[in-house]
């Protein structure tokens, strides 16, 4: 899963960012509310942390923007303000969750890693594909209850894939919300991981659809 980060404060940037790799984010930071804008609004994210005190562009004004060009990814307000009249305006320009400074990091997290699944249309916070279980908040894969030993890359692939079981995700996709802005695309590593992937998870689990891209299905997982 692909985070952006619009936080002007460097320290809380860089911790948000670690936070959010050990958890299986990888991330993107802006500095400011014009790069921020323009990251949200070129490039693809399963969530976005906004901070509201941005120079250069107010959160608020970045938030207006993304959802007035029909860009639909979740976003997490950070503020210092707690009074209630800014967290209205946060809801009313298209946030959908709000964390008041100071907050723990694990809260931010949880928070975002909930946006993510229920975007995807996942009400628990563990999701089930047959015989593949994903507890998406502790990052552990399970077949038929036992844990899966998976390398950071080859667990952000399943779980995208899992988030977003019974349809067909193109390399592109893929590609989209596993590497950072600054990373090499590199389509024949995403194969190489999928074919080892298939054989931890089983035969049929993943399926290749040529000239579309990857399906796990998950009634051949209930089958394995």
């Known amino acids: 899963m692909r985070c952006l980060i619009v936080e002007d404060d460097p320290t809380l940037s860089s911790q948000l960012s670690s936070a959010l790799n050990d958890a299986g984010f990888v991330t993107d930071c802006a500095t400011d509310g014009e790069e921020g804008e323009f990251l949200g609004a070129t490039e693809t994210y399963d969530v976005a942390v906004l901070d509201l005190g941005l120079p250069g562009m107010p959160g608020i004004e970045v938030l207006e923007s993304w959802r007035a060009a029909g860009i639909s990814m979740p976003v997490l307000i950070l503020t210092a303000r707690g009074e209630w009249a800014d967290k209205v305006a946060g809801f009313r320009a298209g ?5 008041v400074k100071p907050f723990r990091l694990d809260e931010v997290v949880i928070r975002a890693q909930t946006l993510v699944r229920r975007a995807a ?3 628990q916070s563990v999701i089930r594909a047959g015989s593949l279980t994903l507890d998406s908040q502790l990052g552990v894969v399970t077949r038929d209850g036992v844990p899966l030993k998976l390398t950071a890359f080859e667990l952000r692939i399943l779980a995208y894939l899992i988030h977003h079981k019974r349809r067909v995700v193109s390399r592109t996709e893929l590609a989209e919300h596993l590497y950072d802005a600054n990373a090499d ?9 999928i074919g080892r992937l298939r054989k931890k998870v089983g035969d049929g689990v993943i399926e290749t659809r040529r000239g579309e891209g990857y399906l796990l299905n998950d009634q051949t997982a209930t089958q394995a």
């Open 95 to 99: 946030a959908d969750d709000y964390a």
């Open 121 to 123: 249309g996942h009400a």
């Open 185 to 193: 695309r590199d389509f024949k590593s995403i194969e190489v991981v």
